[in-house]
């Protein structure tokens, strides 16, 4: 089932998006993007990585895959959430990105941005936090993040030592976060 959610351009037929018309009644937008907002107001690099600093995550998924050398696939995402009747903010971060794709997270009943595709982490989602960083704890879990996309870039990944590397990384990343398994089981497990 394809959970994609349609961009900022397909509002109107968009199931998530809760206003019904783009605009209202005096043709002014209910809602902003990054070309609609007066000069005066856009400081939009510096708003997302504000934004993102309290909703969004980077994060480093295993799963384990038969086809993979080492039997495990590892997947590198940076994501923020948001309640429906709140999207636009995350189709002004999709814009603003150009890539990565907002669909529904049925588990907490909100929708998501996230990007996934090594290529847009590592030219587009990694500059601009290397431009406007963060100031929380999370600046820490961005560079861990980064490092991990490097290694990946590198395709050290593919050798047991590089992977296990990342392993010890992610696993620094998100202190709060909960995994289902631990990194000695990951570990032990590589072929």
């Not at 959430?81 to 999207?87: F, G, V």
């Not at 929380?136 to 593919?158: P, V």
């Not at 050798?159 to 398994?181: C, D, H, P, T, W």
Request: with cysteine.
């Amino acid at each position: 089932m394809d959970n994609t959610v349609g961009s900022l351009r397909e509002v109107t037929d968009d199931p998530v998006t809760t206003e019904a018309k783009s605009q209202n009644s005096e043709g002014q937008p209910r809602y902003y993007t990054p070309t609609s907002l007066p000069r005066a107001l856009r400081n939009i690099p510096e708003y997302i990585t504000g934004y993102i600093d309290g909703e969004g995550c980077f994060t480093i998924t295993f799963n384990i895959r038969n086809k993979a050398k080492l039997g495990w696939e590892l997947r590198p995402s940076f994501s923020v959430s948001q309640n429906e009747d709140r999207r636009q903010v995350l189709d002004i971060i999709r814009e603003y990105f150009g890539c990565g794709y907002i669909r529904r997270d049925y588990a907490d009943k909100t929708v998501k941005f996230e990007v996934r595709d090594h290529s847009d982490l590592i030219n587009k989602v990694i500059p601009h936090f290397e431009k406007f960083p963060l100031l929380s704890k999370k600046q820490k879990d961005f560079e861990l993040f980064k490092k991990i996309c490097e290694i990946i870039n590198l395709g050290s990944h593919l050798k047991r030592e590089g992977f296990v590397e990342i392993i010890n990384l992610a696993y620094q990343m998100n202190g709060s976060g909960k995994r289902k398994r631990s990194k000695e089981e990951i570990i032990n497990s590589l072929r």
